[in-house]
């Protein structure tokens, strides 16, 4: 039974924390957003007292429990909050589900250090509630959202997956005229529950989020590079904006693509992990280089770790809309990463792997990342938990001169299993003429300099059963993300750089090149010097090309002649660092050998000019340069400096 003296202190408190709220007003505008506008302005007046903990939450659905928000923000980070007043103005993705806001106060003897976000900072507290907004919705017969494409096992075919509140039917209409969408076709509907998520975050209410209903359409009957014009969803539900691609073309003798790994999501709040705020800069200008191709065809391949929500489900709403001008325009292919799905009692996790797969997938187990997107091929993994299978986990296609090949690091890819299988199948039956370059891609790497050792039991393995099938099938590139770092290696096997002279005719070894620096920042450390723990490597290994620290991406440009990589930093959307590999192959009217002059190497030997020839085949060279020091050099020189 409590006594006098405490429940005089609890009716002074009720009646401070009364007075505090009875004065504050919380106000938005407007109260219904559309899709060409959705930005609420927040404002609030007659705060006394004005702390810098004083905060506001974000909510939605709008009933959900206070410390249950999706994101919040202090009020001083308005200009004018101490005067008890201030606004804000926020971008809001349609989460299917209304949105209200309240704010509290928040003082320092309540802070808990053991209730902390991603970073270590102490989550706000919500014993005091001062005020709680209208709530805000997004207007009904919109259309649907977050388009994106994606490319089939058929050329003439195109994908086309969006997101709807309900479910109903939905179509695609498409053709060769904006003014003549002459052709429908019907989608087919899935969704995830609640039940199928594995772990917290994912399985709990603040993190649970209903994720729509996914509308999955096929474009069919497709000319070979032309521009189609689309539109998806219903008469009852609204159509989206009119949007356009350009389809795939087997035929062409130029292949673009825009490739990267760990982008994450940027929202325009804090949460309780940390988002990717440089996100919004490699989407910038990766929509700059789309938009200057007119009217070439090229996709997009992010290769793991894709939204970074880690069981917050609302956060991979944010990031569909943040891609969703890139990736309605273009396809937008993807591979598994450990921040998709790894969970403690994932189905493959041998006694090597204990610290390799942890709880990075806050819960998911794959399973927002296998309904969100479809990929090419068939393959699938049980996840054990009676959740959705695993998918999208390893497939391959070709864009016009290239062959792209995705795999899965996440899930077995011993010798033996369904994986390796395919990727030695795939690899072995590719056909040069046709597609004389390889691109392998997947997420963690098999190659870096950083301090992996979490990693190394893992990297140990696909040295051992992976880099063979590389090196006997002349892959060209394989690229990696998953160190949040750009670093480009020479054409190496066993971490010895191929020589690279008049000899070399059959590629001999990938050039190996991690590009997990598309927008998370928890950076990596470079490896520390055996006699300096605490120093990093300098100068780096000479099988280390080149390492930069910028956030960006990388622009991949072939012909059958040459394919060009280059490296593009987001902080002036410049190129950075370049490689050329020549495949030997030349176009030409008769079959005659023609000799392929680069016009600048670093491999010259004494400054002598390489003569590649075709012969009828292909002879993979490799030939590599940096814009930084077009400077000749003798065989394999390691770049001395780093982007800082």
């Known amino acids: 039974m409590a006594t006098p003296n405490i429940l005089l202190l609890l009716f002074f408190a009720s009646l401070f924390s009364f007075s505090l709220s009875s004065q504050v007003s919380l106000s938005v505008s407007p109260k219904t957003l559309t899709k060409s506008n959705r930005t609420v302005r927040i404002q609030w007046s007659g705060i006394t007292s004005p702390s810098e903990l004083d905060w506001l939450g974000i909510y939605s659905p709008p009933n959900s429990p206070n410390d249950e928000f999706i994101g919040y923000l202090f009020l001083n980070s308005s200009q004018s909050w ?69 490319f089939t096992d058929h050329e003439g075919e195109m994908r086309v997956l969006f997101v709807t509140g309900d479910g109903a039917d939905s179509f695609v209409r498409y053709g060769l005229e904006k003014d003549g969408l002459v052709r429908t076709v019907g989608t087919e509907v899935r969704r995830y529950e609640r039940k199928d998520m594995c772990d917290f975050p994912a399985n709990a209410s603040i993190g649970w989020r209903d994720p729509g209903f996914i509308h999955d359409g096929v474009m069919n009957d497709l000319e070979k590079g032309r521009r189609y014009y689309y539109k998806v969803g219903s008469d009852s539900g609204g159509w989206s904006d009119i949007r356009s691609f350009i389809s795939r073309d087997s035929d062409s003798n130029e292949t673009i693509a825009f490739l990267f790994g760990d982008m994450g999501t940027y929202v325009p709040y804090s949460t309780f992990y940390r988002t990717q705020e440089e996100s919004k800069s490699t989407v910038k200008w990766i929509l700059r280089d789309i938009e200057a191709l007119g009217d070439k065809p090229a996709f997009v391949s992010h290769i793991g770790d894709i939204s970074y929500a880690r069981g917050f489900a609302w956060i ?18 993807v591979c598994i990463g450990n921040h998709e799905y790894d969970w403690p009692s994932q189905p493959w996790r041998p006694g090597w792997s204990y610290g390799v797969y942890g709880k990075d997938g806050g819960g998911e187990c794959g399973v927002p990342y296998s309904l969100r997107f479809k990929m090419p091929g068939n393959s699938s993994l049980p996840t054990g938990t009676g959740a959705p299978n695993t998918l999208n986990l390893y497939y391959s296609f070709d864009v016009g001169v290239v062959h792209f090949l995705y795999i899965s ?5 011993l010798p033996g299993t369904d994986q390796y299988n395919f990727i030695k199948s795939d690899l072995e039956q590719v056909d040069r003429n046709r597609t004389p370059f390889i691109v392998v891609q997947g997420h963690r790497p098999m190659y870096m300099t950083c301090n992996g050792e979490r990693d190394a039991p893992l990297t140990e393995r696909m040295l051992e059963y992976l880099e063979p099938l590389f090196v006997q099938n002349n892959v060209t590139l394989a690229l990696w993300g998953h160190v949040h770092r750009y670093e480009r290696f020479c054409p190496m096997k066993n971490f010895s750089c191929v020589d690279v002279s ?30 300096h723990r605490d120093m990093p490597i300098y100068p780096q290994p000479e099988r280390s090309m080149y390492r930069g620290s910028e956030f960006g991406y990388t622009k991949l440009v072939a012909t059958r002649e040459k394919l060009t990589l280059t490296y593009i930093g987001n902080h002036d959307g410049q190129i950075h660092d370049m490689v050329e590999i020549f495949s030997g192959q030349v176009l030409s009217d008769s079959d005659v050998k023609v000799a392929v002059e680069p016009t600048i190497s670093w491999y010259v030997k004494g400054a002598s000019i390489l003569v590649f020839t075709a012969l009828l085949g292909y002879a993979l060279g490799f030939i590599t340069r940096c814009r930084r020091e077009p400077a000749q050099r003798p065989t394999w020189a390691p770049v001395k400096n780093e982007e800082i």
Request: glycine share 8%.
């Open 82 to 150: 101490q005067s008890g007043s201030g606004s804000f103005e926020l971008n809001l993705v349609n989460l299917r589900s209304n949105y209200a806001f309240r704010i509290f106060r928040w003082t320092r003897d309540e802070v808990n250090y053991r209730h902390h976000d991603h970073d270590h900072n102490p989550l706000p507290g919500t014993k005091h509630q001062l005020a709680v907004s209208e709530e805000v919705e997004f207007e009904l017969g919109s259309g649907p959202d977050q388009i994106h494409l994606s």
């Open 316 to 333: 991979w709403d944010e990031f569909f809309s943040q891609i969703e001008l890139i990736a309605s325009s273009v396809p937008y292919h």
């Open 409 to 413: 690091t996440e899930t077995n890819f």
């Open 502 to 531: 008049s000899s070399f005719k059959s590629g001999g070894a990938p050039v190996h090149v991690v590009i997990g620096m598309a927008g998370q920042d928890w950076q990596a450390t470079w490896e520390p010097r055996s006699d």
